[in-house]
């Protein structure tokens, strides 16, 4: 079992819509979680960061974090086609001497 | 504040032949990292250092690759010799470091893009 796992994709989804994007991991010790957008030939961007259990809202987005059942959850409201990008969890533990990503969610919003 | 500068942007090469990437964190930046990247794939960590120490290079090819950060800001990675599975982007990202405000947030360069032929 790999450390991070994420949905594959790629996903299509019309404009104006929501979707989600999800994580599951198996180290217990991940206490930090993080959503990056990376748009094509570019460096991720940091979108959104929890800390452990509980919802987080910025603007469109929100993130979700359920350590219980080691399980993470973007989800994006109103969809623009400036949101087609590929979208990668990440953790790290206390001591941030342990960062893993998941392996990318590519999304297509189709105008 | 001005951003992970990274450089060069793109890197032809053929097999067997060297290259080294250049980093320059943002400033203050405590902590640097380098990953590989890999079309289709997530970034996995090649080494991490704190100022001008390493922190963990577990996944760091060692018979091939090598990285310095000597004097605490900037960094460059070497592969020598290359092999057609080094193509990948490769990623600088920094952090303020242990212990302080947003040490676990990761801030990326662009890349560098390299193609082994």
């Known amino acids: 079992q790999k450390e991070v796992e994420q949905d594959p994709g790629p996903l299509s989804v019309p404009e104006g819509a929501i979707v989600s994007l999800n994580c599951t991991y198996s180290?217990?010790?991940?206490?930090?979680f993080m959503w990056y957008r990376q748009y094509s030939r570019k460096g991720p961007e940091l979108l959104m960061y929890t800390y452990s259990s509980g919802n987080k809202e910025d603007g469109r987005f929100t993130a979700q974090v359920d350590k219980s059942s080691k399980y993470i959850s973007l989800f994006i409201r109103d969809l623009q086609p400036s949101d087609s990008a590929t979208y990668l969890c990440a953790m790290t533990d206390n001591y941030g001497q342990n960062f893993v990503f998941g392996p990318g969610t590519r999304l297509s919003v189709l105008p | 504040e001005a951003g992970v500068a990274q450089s060069p942007r793109y890197k032809i090469i053929e097999k067997r032949q060297s290259v080294a990437f250049w980093c320059n964190p943002i400033?203050?930046?405590?902590?640097l990292y380098w990953y590989q990247q890999i079309l289709g794939q997530g970034p996995k960590l090649l080494i991490q250092?704190?100022?001008?120490?390493?922190?963990?290079d577990s996944q760091l090819p060692k018979d091939r690759f090598s990285a310095e950060r000597l004097k605490g800001v900037d960094s460059t990675l070497k592969i020598q010799p290359a092999k057609l599975e080094d193509s990948a982007v490769y990623l600088c990202?920094?952090?303020?470091?242990?212990?302080?405000?947003?040490?676990?947030?990761?801030?990326f360069g662009a890349g560098s893009r390299l193609t082994v032929l």
């Open positions: 250092f704190q100022n001008n120490g390493v922190v963990d």
């Open positions: 990202a920094s952090s303020p470091g242990q212990g302080r405000s947003g040490a676990n947030v990761l801030t």
């Open positions: 180290n217990s010790a991940f206490q930090y």
């Open positions: 400033s203050g930046h405590a902590t």
